[in-house]
């Protein structure tokens, strides 16, 4: 504590300013570290989901803007497709041991997370012909992605030894929320390098002027709703107690004060319906809520909002101010585009099937396995099928959560927002490059279990694995069993897509994004 306070960045905060219950040297005692870097050592890799902001307090490090580094140079898994002739293979060869592995190819410090750290071998001529940026002692970095749960947009490597302090999202957000020189610099370096994208890429504001749309963009405000780890108060709770603690953004009856966009996350949209509330629907990143009333009540009073917006779980959303779209946008327009009307325009839901999937969260699934038990006969030729592909390891369980006739099985679904990748240590959890799907690569996975401990439906499992000869395979200094995380991978690189889905005999399974 005393080695931060003599800090020049730390030093400058006034302490003063926060609450008793949430002191200064609270925040920086339990919501921070301090890291040591070696040169050449990668400190965060371009599409992790990250959960923590870095102050460079020495040395340097260095941005990696463009070409990005391969998969492979930041420990990725890389997309292999795999032959016609080694998938009929797969399918006659079964081993009796679960969980084999090459263990030959995996490095010194796989189980140790003090070891996880990894380096870019030979970096100066690896980053030679791309551009870099040099960022030194008293910047931050990596505060974007903590506070909007968003993936990495660069790679940043030690460029000589380095101390850093990684601050996690919960101490970031109160320093931005008391501290007016850390909320006026993370406001500025979000405004200066996303927000002004953003907008442009949104139908609303792409035709405006350069001059113009850095005027709305100075007026946008950055706000949070919910809880950033839900998935741990979901899992405790469950559905119906989760339910109640949904913060409320905006209520129905009340005046808009300005048009919402959801950058991350789910929102419920609801009415009142006697003593309760009917869903309508769920907006999620692209969506924006309150444009009709707005421009409904554009140079009149005002029109009251006729539906209730909930944060189910976290939301990432920018407002932009009322007087803002009346004086540059709405005097361009005949009518809102039809894409911001998205829930006004869909028809209530007839049966309670889309009220069970946004309380149970599975509106987070882009690739979720749905049963129609009607037709599933329990033959688990699914569960053979993903046996066979994965050299005799399921990697899914025919059991699930049920609703009417409809089941969703324990696989993973494969999340738009995928809690699972916040926080793993070596980056091993990640998006494949190709089709999005939400991987792991064994050979950097340290077994940690923070990515099973973080996904709300209990879809990844740590395994003990074996050496190709079956023996059990041990660390070397404990003495305890190795563990890999496993799940669904949608069976990559295979030629037709998840052999679960082609093996059902009565086409009772369907990889839906629901």
Known sequence: MERLKRDPVVAAIDSSAFRKTIPLDGILANDARLLNFKKGEIVVREGDYGNSAFLLMSGKVKVVINPPLTAQQIGRQTDRKVSLTRAIAQVFRRPVTPELRDVSRYGAGMTDPDKQAVFLQDFPAVLNGRDTADIGAGSLFGELAALGRTPRAATVICSEDAELLEIRWQGLRELRRFDAGWKRQIDENYRNNALKSHL????????????????????????????????????????Q????????????????????????????????????????TYLSAGDAFGLSELFGGWKSDGVLVETTLRAIGYVDALRVPTRVLEEFVFPKLTQPPESFLRYSTRPLAEDSTQEWLIEERFVNGTMSMVIDLDKCVRCDDCVRACASTHDGNPRFVRHGKVHDHWMIA??????????????????????????????????????????????????????????LSGAPVQDETTGTPIRKATK??????????????????HGALQRVDL
């Open 410 to 467: 324990n696989a993973c679904m494969h999340c738009a927002d995928p809690v699972c990748m916040i926080g793993c240590p070596t980056g091993a959890i990640h998006r494949s490059l190709s089709g999005g799907a939400v991987v792991i690569n064994d050979d950097t996975c340290i077994g940690c279990g923070t990515c099973a401990n973080a996904c709300p439906y209990n879809n990844i499992r740590l395994v003990e694995i074996r050496d």
């Open 488 to 505: 669904c991978d949608l069976c990559a690189g295979m030629p037709g897509g998840p052999a679960c889905a082609r093996a059902c005999p």
């Open 241 to 280: 107690d989760a339910l109640r603690q949904e913060p409320v953004i905006v209520r129905e009856g009340e005046y808009q004060d300005g048009l919402l966009l959801i950058r991350a996350g789910f929102a419920r949209v609801s009415v009142k319906q006697g003593a309760a509330e009917r869903t309508l």
């Open 200 to 239: 442009q890429d949104t139908p609303l504001f792409e035709d405006l002027d350069p001059e113009t749309l850095q005027k709305v963009a100075d007026a946008t405000l950055f706000e949070t709703y919910g809880s950033f780890d839900w998935s741990s108060s979901f899992q405790r709770a469950g559905a």
